[in-house]
């Protein structure tokens, strides 16, 4: 009986650690790109944390998400071809950051 409790809660506790409690020192960004001029949704531009390994595109209504990144300051670059590169700076003043970008065509 003392072993089925143990284990139980054991089961209790790994799962309340990972059913949404908020990770400290965490930052996500995500939001949308967009043609400057029609306000189109831009599919497939590159989001890219610069001076970093991570990437991301935006998926077919031009959204992106960066999940986990550690609290900071970030300057993500976007490319898309054709239109004019942009970057913007993400700070990690708050937990969720969300950015929208609308890019120019070149």
């Known amino acids: 009986m003392i072993k089925q409790t143990i284990i ?30 029609t306000n189109e949704s831009l599919p497939g531009v590159e989001v890219r944390v610069q001076g970093t390994d991570i990437v991301t595109y935006t998926d077919f209504n031009g959204n992106y998400f960066l999940p986990e990144l550690t609290a900071g300051t970030y300057t993500l670059e976007f490319r898309y071809p054709s239109y004019s590169e942009s970057k913007v700076v993400a700070k990690g003043e708050q937990r969720d950051n969300e950015l929208n970008v609308q890019l120019l065509p070149r």
């Open 8 to 37: 139980i809660l054991s089961l209790l506790f790994s799962i309340n650690s990972f059913a949404g409690n908020p990770v400290t020192g965490v930052m996500y960004v995500s939001g949308s790109v967009t043609d400057h001029n």
